[in-house]
Nanobody, 124 residues
Framework: QLELTESGGGSVQAGGSLRLSCARNTGTANNQYVAWFRQAPGKEREGVASINTYYGTTDYSDSVKGRFVISQGAARNTIDLQMNSLQPEDTAMYYC?????????????????WGQGTQVTVSS
């Protein structure tokens, strides 16, 4: 059974940085995508960043472009999300997800596999 495990959440002041990591118990495929989503209380789940695990192509939402970077992690079968210049509006539960063969890589419905989430809290 495919499993995803997030780590690295926490609390930080505005302007600070955090690094999230998503570990998966499956290898890489040329049509495989891993994405980070976030959901704040009372809001819809939002796609933040995605990466094709084979080709390394990435996509970002406009809200994080230039501040967040998604990349292959140092550990095998991990995907990291480096979050810089964090703002209070970035506060949310962050989830990683995995899916295959898609065009819209920031759409939650394209991902059948999800982690449990990790909380990120940014104070002003």
């Amino acid at each position: 059974q495919l499993e995803l495990t997030e780590s690295g959440g926490g609390s930080v002041q505005a302007g600070g940085s955090l690094r999230l990591s998503c570990a998966r118990n499956t290898g890489t495929a040329n049509n495989q995508y891993v994405a980070w989503f976030r959901q704040a209380p009372g809001k819809e789940r939002e796609g933040v960043a995605s990466i094709n695990t084979y080709y390394g192509t990435t996509d970002y939402s406009d809200s994080v472009k230039g501040r967040f970077v998604i990349s292959q992690g140092a550990a095998r079968n991990t995907i990291d999300l480096q979050m810089n210049s964090l703002q209070p509006e970035d506060t949310a539960m962050y989830y990683c997800a995995l899916g295959y063969a898609m065009t819209r890589t920031l759409r939650p419905s394209n991902y059948p596999y999800w982690g449990q989430g990790t909380q990120v809290t940014v104070s002003s």
